[in-house]
């Protein structure tokens, strides 16, 4: 791949780098999008499952089916996108503010990382938001019960008519509007408001790449737009940036 020289002086030049994930960069890991053709979202009804109200109404039917993604993240392996954009952390301050909720980031390498809709490994409950890892619950498609207070316990990730959690969520515009260059990865960036990262990101002065197989909404906005999968063409940065650094 033949990468534009404006991008390969940016890359040479940068200090800090911020990658905005989406669930593209997991499909390459063979975890379902929500909206792609095969999305999760058409086999299932979002409102029917990803609402507290749901929750409260059925969470044995809710926990189970949480309990059925977990299993698929669980057996995933981070791809070479993931491990690309953890190994660049030898060369640059590297931030990644993910729409994502399967920890494939962290598990990859990563460790600064801006949780925009939460982590299914975690879980707390309604009443006193004691929290819990997955490991540490009995493995059940029955909604457990907090073993401090008895309250249900519900995974720690954002549903529909949720607030963000406002420290990841201004951790991340943060590393954004401080970044030198802004990778759009695998999200058409069109779920508000996390996709105020990369308007952030152009508005605060940051090159803007996006890296999707095919052209978004954003793509109009961006610096530079390379349309692939993520796991092919990120290590191939990772090569030209050994280059310019060696």
């Not at 991008?7 to 390459?28: N, P």
């Not at 939460?118 to 029955?142: A, D, K, Q, V």
Request: with cysteine; glycine share 6%.
């Amino acid at each position: 791949m033949q990468f534009k020289q404006e991008f390969l002086d940016k890359l040479k030049d940068a200090k800090k780098i911020v990658f905005f994930t989406g669930a593209g960069i997991s499909a390459e890991s063979s975890i379902p999008t929500f909206r792609g053709k095969d999305g999760i979202w058409n086999k299932m009804k979002p409102e029917e499952l990803a609402n507290f109200d749901a929750f409260i109404r059925n969470p044995d039917l809710v926990w189970e089916w949480y309990q059925h993604r977990r299993i698929i993240v669980n057996t995933a392996l981070p791809n070479a996108g993931h491990t690309a954009i953890a190994e660049l952390e030898k060369y640059y301050d590297v931030s990644v503010v993910t729409q994502n909720i399967d920890d494939l980031h962290r598990r990859a390498g990563s460790t600064k990382i801006f949780e925009l809709h939460g982590n299914i490994e975690r879980n707390f409950c309604i009443e006193c938001h004691t929290f819990y890892n997955s490991p540490e619950l009995e493995i059940t498609n029955t909604a457990p019960k907090c073993k401090k207070c008895g309250g249900l316990v519900r995974p720690d990730v954002v549903w529909f008519g949720e607030m963000l959690p406002q420290d990841e969520f201004s951790g991340g515009e943060k590393a954004a509007e401080w970044s030198d260059i802004c990778f759009v990865v695998g999200t058409s960036a069109v779920v508000y408001p996390a996709a105020h990262i990369p308007i952030s990101a152009k508005r605060s002065g940051s090159y803007i790449v996006e890296i999707n197989i095919e052209p978004t909404e954003l793509s109009r906005y961006t610096d530079y737009s390379l349309f692939g999968k993520a796991g092919e063409i990120l290590p191939k940065i990772v090569e030209e940036v050994k280059k310019s650094k060696s």
